[in-house]
């Protein structure tokens, strides 16, 4: 008896209108993404977030992280969903304008509501794609006019370039953040222990500050293997001069534990949360 074999004649065919349903639905879904993209970019529909840094040993406010939010809708679920898709996006320039311009102004609005000399003299941290750090002296001096036309010295700027990000040409890198560092500019490598490449980056950036992922600080007071791996960066960030700052703390418990082992610097809801307007 010869077996049924007339499901390999019509698998091709199958697969492939399968194939055209994915990609009709793929660059449906790709269209509504760009469209609400340019959206949100047009009527600056962005959110701006301040959360406070604070040295643990002393309890002083060092400055606050400013981040912007899109709104959440059915294209994009989450922050992190839609600059997902901005970073793979040809718009991450435009929007990375639109964001730092954003957050500088609300940033300087802020301030001056305030006025306190705490707050005149804390740094502000800015999230910043490796793409936008061009190795050119335009890209570099429109940023100084920036951060000068709203009165924010840069020897107060600290840009966090993440660790989940991808960079390329490293020794190349590394010239363009000395030619910031050369007016003022430092650096922070953002969500370190998430990715895979956080020593060859420690090495090439040389960062002033070294920002743990949350998920390493997340009930740390009961977890002996990040317990020691943070131990080991301590010591390292202590010997290389750099300062090392805990991401995410949420329990007073994890709070104590990262200020008895001599963590710098903590970030996270337990000492602040993110708010529309300086704490």
Known sequence: MQPNLSFIREKPLCSYLRYLSIRKRASNNEFNKLKELHSVMDTKSFT?????????DTGKKIG?????RPPISQSFPSTENFYDFVGQ??????????????????????????????????????????KLLKNSVDTLMSTIQLFNKYQIPTSRVVFEISEKTSIEEYKEFEKVL????????????????????????????????????????????????????????TEFS????????????????????????????????????PKQHLQ
Do not use: W
Not at 48 to 56: A, S
Not at 196 to 206: C, E, F, Q
């Open 48 to 56: 701006t977030y301040f959360q406070p840094l604070v040295e643990l």
């Open 64 to 68: 606050y992280e400013v981040f912007n």
């Open 89 to 130: 996006s040809d718009l991450i320039y435009r929007v990375e304008e639109i964001c730092r311009t954003l957050s500088l102004e609300r940033y300087s609005s802020s301030i001056q509501d305030q006025q306190g000399r705490e707050e005149m003299e804390s740094s502000i941290f800015l999230n910043v794609h490796p």
């Open 178 to 233: 000395s030619q910031y560092r050369l007016h003022g500019f430092r650096f922070a490598l953002d969500d370190v222990g998430s990715g895979y490449n956080s020593l060859i980056t420690l090495v090439y950036l040389k960062p002033e500050f070294i920002k743990l992922d949350k998920m390493l600080i997340q009930n740390i007071d009961q977890d002996l293997t990040k317990q020691q791996l943070v131990k080991m960066l």
């Open 238 to 273: 202590t010997k290389s001069q750099t300062k090392l700052v805990a991401e995410g703390i949420e329990r007073n418990e994890e709070l104590v534990f990262l200020k008895e082992h001599g963590v710098h610097i903590g970030q996270g809801y337990a000492i602040g949360k």
